[in-house]
């Protein structure tokens, strides 16, 4: 229950908390760089000088071929819809979607015209959750580099959860627009 209060409460106060809890984490990186004589920097700066997370929101995304690429974009706008709570922008851009893939990926094909022909913004929400998950390997195996971020709402659906792929860590949630629109966390990463 603390997770989705923390995940989801008032955007505000999870905000604050986020920033208190991140403090705590990185006030060590603080101590150690003003030893070394630097300044120290903003939380979201000094995730870049990590080794591990290097550039993650500033590398661009490639992928493997222009299929992959054109999946991506695609994916993003119908995403962006459901985040404005968009159902008819949604629903053209899951055409769109479909439209991308062969008869080699005639199962995510499939789903995404299952967004597109959703009569309404809730189902267009859930097809959207569907394709999610189904989507994961397809862009593990295509993205040649930057990373993209799995992230979740605890919330969605009535507390059974859901997932969507970003960009960006930011959490901006497709399932609920701007009702709770930084509700979630991110879960993973998938970094090339």
């Known amino acids: 229950m603390a997770v989705l209060l923390n995940a989801c409460g008032n955007d505000k106060k999870s905000d604050t908390k986020a920033n208190e809890d ?30 591990s997370e290097l550039n993650i929101d500033d590398a661009p995304l490639s992928f493997n071929d222009d299929t992959a690429a054109a999946v991506w974009d695609a994916y993003t706008r119908v995403k962006n819809a459901l ?8 629903k053209q851009e899951a055409a769109n979607l479909a439209m991308i893939f062969s008869e080699d990926t005639a199962k995510l094909k499939a789903m995404a015209e299952g967004i597109a022909t959703a009569e309404d913004l809730e189902a267009q929400r859930k097809a959207f959750s569907k ?22 709402c605890p919330m969605a659906f009535d507390g059974k ?22 509700c979630g966390l991110v879960t993973a990463t998938i970094t090339n």
Do not use: C, R
Request: net charge negative; aromatic share 10%.
């Open 22 to 51: 991140e403090q705590v984490v990185e006030q060590p990186m603080e101590m150690n760089e003003q030893q070394q004589g630097k300044e120290p920097h903003s939380a979201p700066e000094k995730s870049k000088t990590e080794p």
């Open 83 to 90: 985040v404005a709570s968009d159902s008819e922008i949604a």
């Open 161 to 182: 959860g859901a997932d969507w792929f970003s960009n960006e860590s930011t959490i901006k949630n497709p399932y609920f627009g701007d009702k709770m629109l930084n």
């Open 131 to 152: 394709f999610s998950n189904a989507i994961t390997n397809y862009f593990k195996g295509s993205l040649s580099t930057g990373t993209l971020y799995k992230q979740h």
